[in-house]
């Protein structure tokens, strides 16, 4: 079936009350708007300033932070508490063999009621969510209480080093705390309104040198073969239960993803041996307490070993004022009883929660990101608009 340009349709969601606005964005529109613009890792092709192009005009102080090759932004409506947060990324993740799409990735079409495009739903729809929300949420109480604030990156799909983190650290410095943060991650499963993502598992990632003595595979007395060595302590690691989970997240698992060593030679016992390993932890276990459990067990084991770590800390926000306010929402919008969910890899949303009292995260099905041929059903744009837009409104009226 052919497909259809952005410029032919209109979304047909409407609203009954101020939504309606001469001036108002479309999100559908919107939305193919920022499709339009290939913003690869650590590109931000122009997104972010098409949307402080909307946000200034309604009174936001813009502030674009520069970092590596990066570019966040910082807007912020108001002075007052208490602040609530948009947040998140204009960076799409690369579209893969361009012979495999249906259309073209930065050609936004629609077919069969679906709007295709990279990033359609991996965060673009989640933006002109944001903006068109705000805009109407700010037409509609334009003396509302407190401030609304966005926080965007071009570097979440990447190394994620000069993104949100530069923006937090700058934040912190200030003084500056959030009160309710929503990340416009896609987080639904089978339909709009399903799953609210209320916390992330913490990920440690350790890189394991274990050393051994290099030498002639006949001559085991003159070696030290270090996979030998470190066998039982991986065999200890498996088996061990690290916590037991909670009532939000699952027990703390440990994997090995890599384990490397040799000359390449058949009759040659390695001098080292390198094991890539990763936490994927709970709230129930601190990264310092099972780095602590680690080096304990390796020093139990008589190891001579280097180990790195790298750190991404979990987080978690309790049932209260925001997951009640857009879960809410969700439910004036589309009828739908969400669930709350910590499953998945890591978001920014690790990073935001060192200044935010409650972080969620809530947008589109998840089902084609990072995929050929991402979509999103374009009935689900402006429903997704209206329930951040009620989320603002139980908020901060």
Same mark, same amino acid.
């Given at each position: 079936m052919a497909g259809s340009s952005c410029q032919q349709l209109t979304s047909p969601f409407r609203y009954n009350n101020h939504d309606n606005h001469d001036n108002m964005h479309n999100t559908f529109e919107l939305t193919c708007d920022l499709i339009r613009r290939p913003s690869r890792t650590p590109e931000d092709a122009g997104c972010q300033q &098409? #949307? +402080?192009d909307i946000l200034e005009p309604l009174g936001f102080v813009c502030e674009t932070l520069v970092s590596n090759g990066v570019t966040n932004l910082w807007a912020r409506r108001g002075s007052e508490a208490p602040l609530v947060c948009f947040a998140g990324h204009t960076d799409v993740v690369p579209p893969g063999p361009l012979d495999a799409w249906t259309s073209p990735p930065y050609d936004p079409e629609v077919r069969d009621g679906l709007l295709y495009g990279r990033g359609a739903s991996d965060m673009k729809a989640s933006l002109a969510a944001f903006v068109t929300a705000i805009e109407a949420f700010v037409v509609a109480y334009p003396d509302h209480r407190g401030s609304?604030? =966005?926080?965007? !990156?071009?570097?979440?799909?990447?190394?994620?080093?000069?993104? !949100?983190?530069?923006v937090v650290d700058l934040l912190e410095q200030r003084g500056v705390r959030i009160d309710h943060c929503i990340v416009g991650e896609p987080t639904c499963v089978s339909q709009l309104g399903d799953t609210i993502k209320n916390g992330r598992r913490g990920? =440690? $990632? *350790? +890189? =394991?040198?274990?050393?051994?003595?290099?030498?002639?595979?006949?001559?085991?007395? @003159?070696?030290?073969?270090?996979?030998? #060595?470190?066998?039982p302590a991986i065999a200890e690691m498996a088996a061990t239960q690290w916590d037991t989970g909670n009532e939000y997240f699952p027990p703390t698992s440990w994997q090995i993803s890599n384990i490397h060593a040799g000359t390449g030679a058949t009759n040659v016992v390695p001098g080292s041996v390198t094991i890539d390993f990763n936490f994927r932890h709970a709230t129930a276990s601190s990264p310092e307490s099972l780095q602590q459990r680690v080096h304990a067990l390796l020093e139990r084991h008589g190891l001579d070993y280097d180990l790195d770590w790298e750190i991404s800390p979990p987080y978690l926000t309790p049932a209260g004022s925001l997951v009640n306010a857009i879960s809410a929402a969700?439910?004036?919008? !589309?009828?739908?009883? !969400?669930? =709350? $969910?910590?499953? *998945?890899?890591?978001?920014? *949303? +690790? /990073? %935001?929660? +060192?200044?935010? $009292?409650?972080?969620?995260? /809530?947008?589109?099905?998840n089902a084609s990101i990072h995929k050929i041929n991402e979509n999103i059903p374009v009935?689900?744009?402006?429903? @997704?608009?209206? %329930?951040? &837009?009620l989320t603002l409104q139980e908020l901060l009226t």
């Open positions: &098409r #949307m +402080r609304i604030a =966005l926080l965007i !990156t071009s570097d979440e799909e990447g190394v994620a080093t000069d993104g !949100t983190v530069k990920s =440690l $990632s *350790g +890189r =394991l040198v274990v050393k051994g003595v290099q030498g002639h595979i006949a001559y085991p007395h @003159l070696v030290k073969n270090p996979i030998h #060595m470190v066998a969700i439910h004036e919008a !589309t009828g739908v009883n !969400t669930t =709350l $969910s910590t499953s *998945g890899g890591t978001s920014d *949303g +690790r /990073f %935001i929660a +060192r200044i935010a $009292s409650q972080v969620v995260e /809530f947008g589109p099905v009935a689900d744009l402006e429903p @997704l608009s209206h %329930i951040y &837009r």
